[in-house]
């Protein structure tokens, strides 16, 4: 067999636009039946159900990454096996629940020999196709249609396009829901306690700060020369400043506010560190996340952030050069 590297990425190339023809084309069909099928969701939610899916031959993975997805996000879901189904299965389905039932063509015997059985369990059945004429799509109580203009498969045979548009779609209901739910990052971790994943997002300040002989910490009254000396000794690119009397952060002084300093005069190393520092830094609690840190040092674009108490005293020092290490990035 040889493969040519012109021929071969000719071939890649089209069967990706293929699929992505199938994403603008499912994107643009979304309407009313998508918002009723959201709504649909968030009312079993409510209920206490839970979000069921099933499917054959391709759409089984599918239904298991979609249902991974939702539960991730906090709920609850599962996959049902639709041959297992009638062999026992079903006694995981319940009245409050809603059942998604994947299948292309709409005319999977395995899944419509499905919908008379869930429909005696006073189960609402979602059809999650792209033909919406099918014979599931018209028993169906809600409708996902994702578009297909053409599969990638030369052949028109093997499932790619089709697949692709289906997770994208029970991926934007997904995220349509995390968002109306207002799940924060903190939630977010509870799902993931596990892996790289759980370990970045559970991190907190309090776990990467640099503390003790790492934080500079010096009366905000001090010179300029002795507060870039108390940096040196720490190894910091920083130094916090405080009121001598209530411990308080006042100010910080960086490397950088340290070289612009130097434009000043001669006499610029004994001048109160004062008449340098930076008032009112961003600051950031100990409990917080790191993903918190993070967010401060993009979108303030500073390299060092003090870490302070309930009672705004510093406690420690976070240096940007530090948050690849915990892979925080």
């Known amino acids: ?13 089209a069967c990706i636009r293929t699929e992505q023809e199938a994403l603008t084309a499912t994107a643009r069909a979304l309407g009313g039946e998508f918002v009723e099928t959201a709504r649909a969701v968030a009312a079993t939610i409510t209920r206490g159900g839970k979000l069921v899916f099933s499917g054959i031959g391709k759409n089984a993975p599918i239904a298991q990454k979609i249902a991974a997805t939702f539960n991730s996000t906090g709920i609850p879901s599962c996959v049902l096996d639709a041959t297992q189904a009638l062999h026992g299965d079903l006694g995981l389905v319940g009245e409050p629940d809603l059942v998604f039932l994947l299948s292309n063509s709409g005319q999977s015997d395995e899944i419509l020999r499905l919908v008379p059985v869930l429909k005696r369990f006073g189960v609402r059945l979602v059809a999650f196709t792209s033909h919406p004429a099918s014979d599931l799509a018209r028993n169906a109580d809600f409708r996902l249609v994702y578009r297909v203009p053409a599969e990638a498969c030369p052949l028109r045979l093997a499932p790619t396009a089709s697949t692709t548009a289906a997770l994208a779609l029970g991926d934007a209901l997904a995220m349509v829901l995390l968002k109306e739910r207002g799940l924060s990052r903190a939630d977010f971790a509870k799902f993931h306690p596990a892996g790289n994943l759980g370990r970045i997002l559970l991190l907190r300040v309090k776990d990467i700060m640099r503390t003790g002989e790492r934080l500079p910490t010096a009366a905000d009254t001090i010179s300029t020369q002795d507060a870039i000396l108390t940096m040196t000794k720490a190894k910091s690119g920083s130094i916090a400043l405080i009121d001598r009397k209530s411990g308080r952060l006042t100010g910080i002084l960086t490397d950088g506010d340290f070289r612009r300093s130097a434009l000043t005069g001669p006499d610029f190393l004994q001048r109160p560190v004062a008449d340098f520092m930076t008032r009112r830094p961003k600051v950031i609690s100990q409990d917080a996340l790191g993903v918190d840190a993070l967010r401060l040092f993009e979108a303030h674009k500073i390299d060092d952030l003090i870490v302070v108490d309930g009672r ?14 915990f892979k925080i990035v």
């Not at 067999?1 to 190339?13: D, E, G, I, N, P």
């Not at 705004?312 to 290490?325: E, N, S, T, Y």
Request: charged share 25%; proline share 7%.
């Open 1 to 13: 067999m040889a493969l040519q590297s012109k021929t071969v990425l000719s071939r890649a190339r």
């Open 312 to 325: 705004q005293r510093p406690v420690g020092l976070i240096d940007g050069q530090d948050l690849p290490k």
